[in-house]
């Protein structure tokens, strides 16, 4: 697929991109999840400026980004050492006979 250029709007602020055709839906729904952010904070928070606003939800992902990296090495490890656990069970077992 090829790409197209569309406009997104972030913290009123409107910025041109060219996208693939199949991440134009991601891109929108990461807006609209960025735009949600910054109007909860502003409605919680005594926070107007954009800027701090914008610096707030950047914290707020990565911090999540970086909550789910260490989800998923933390799962992989424990797949990994079931995996282990698992062949050598097997290996018990076929040895014996």
């Given at each position: 697929?090829?790409?197209?250029?569309?406009?997104?709007?972030?913290?009123?602020?409107?910025?041109?991109?060219?996208?693939?055709?199949?991440?134009?839906?991601?891109?929108?729904?990461?807006?609209?999840?960025?735009?949600?952010?910054?109007?909860?904070?502003?409605?919680?928070?005594?926070?107007?400026?954009k800027q701090d606003l914008l610096s707030m939800c950047v914290l707020h992902y990565a911090t999540s980004s970086l909550?789910?990296?260490?989800?998923?090495?933390?799962?992989?490890?424990?797949?990994?050492?079931?995996?282990?656990?698992?062949?050598?069970?097997?290996?018990?077992?076929?040895?014996?006979?």
């Open positions: 697929m090829g790409e197209i250029s569309i406009k997104i709007n972030i913290a009123d602020r409107v910025y041109p991109l060219k996208v693939n055709m199949e991440e134009e839906e991601i891109i929108r729904r990461a807006a609209k999840l960025i735009n949600d952010r910054i109007k909860e904070y502003q409605e919680n928070y005594a926070v107007r400026d909550k789910a990296e260490k989800k998923v090495t933390v799962e992989d490890t424990e797949v990994t050492e079931k995996v282990y656990q698992l062949d050598y069970l097997l290996t018990e077992f076929f040895s014996k006979q």
